[in-house]
């Protein structure tokens, strides 16, 4: 099956700075890669996703690089805010439609310092 | 348009009690996913259900767990004689449904204690 890792699990940064988060899998035939984002007491909420025939989208101030020959896929924040302090969970899947396929990382907590 | 909706979202139980967990699914949703998540881990896929069906069981331990998704009401995860390694937070998530290029929507959880 697939295995999902990610580094770091913790993570601070000063107001202003960039975050970045990475994740590996193991599973070749994993072509979607979502990210959450759970805030404290609240469910994980998507983020951003990509696929595996492109190599990078952004939205705003996030953007999801993957390297499908490597094996990773990165979540990178610009311009962090504190409100981007959360637990950030990357997850990887065979297709978009398969949710009970759906693996995630051990999660990522992000600490913004105002 | 209401989210994914979970209750109770804290629940405490005895050991050897029984714990059921409900959600109702976002409108218009027809598949239920719920997940297992243990502290400062990732989320564990446990079962997938339709109205009526159980698609995916993979996930779920054999003994005293089980899972339902009637055709009125709210999906119900129950769990038998709780042991304190039950304690976890268990997230349930809707999609439209497969083949629409559906994504998942999470609950905020319930946060199940053995006491």
């Known amino acids: 099956g697939e295995n999902v890792e990610q580094h770091p699990s913790t993570l601070s940064v000063q107001e202003g700075d960039s975050a970045v988060i990475k994740c590996t899998y193991s599973?070749?035939?994993?072509?979607?890669f979502p990210w959450y984002k759970q805030e404290l007491g609240k469910g994980p909420q998507l983020i951003i996703d990509?696929?595996?025939?492109?190599g990078e989208k952004k939205d705003q101030r996030i953007a999801v690089t993957l390297n499908k020959t490597a094996k990773h896929f990165s979540l990178h924040i610009t311009e962090t805010q504190p409100e981007d302090s959360a637990v950030y969970f990357c997850?990887?899947?065979?297709?978009?439609?398969?949710?009970?396929?759906?693996?995630f990382g051990t999660g990522t907590r992000l600490t913004v310092i105002p | 348009n209401a989210g994914v909706m979970q209750n109770p979202r804290h629940l405490v139980r005895r050991r050897g009690q029984e714990a059921r967990l409900r959600c109702s699914p976002m409108?218009?949703?027809?598949?239920v996913y719920w997940y297992r998540q243990l502290p400062e881990e990732g989320l564990k896929f446990m079962v997938y259900?339709?109205?009526?069906?159980?698609?995916?069981e993979s996930g779920m331990p054999k003994e005293r767990f089980s899972a339902e998704f009637p055709k009125e009401g709210p999906s119900i995860l129950r769990i038998q004689q709780v042991v304190r390694g039950d304690s976890a937070a268990y997230f349930c998530?809707?999609?439209?449904?497969?083949?629409?290029?559906?994504?998942?929507?999470f609950g905020s959880g319930t946060q199940l204690s053995v006491l």
């Open positions: 599973d070749s035939a994993s072509n979607y």
């Open positions: 259900l339709q109205k009526e069906n159980i698609i995916d």
């Open positions: 997850a990887a899947a065979e297709d978009q439609t398969g949710a009970n396929n759906l693996f």
């Open positions: 409108k218009g949703h027809s598949h």
């Open positions: 990509i696929r595996s025939n492109v």
């Open positions: 998530a809707s999609s439209p449904p497969r083949g629409v290029g559906e994504k998942l929507f």
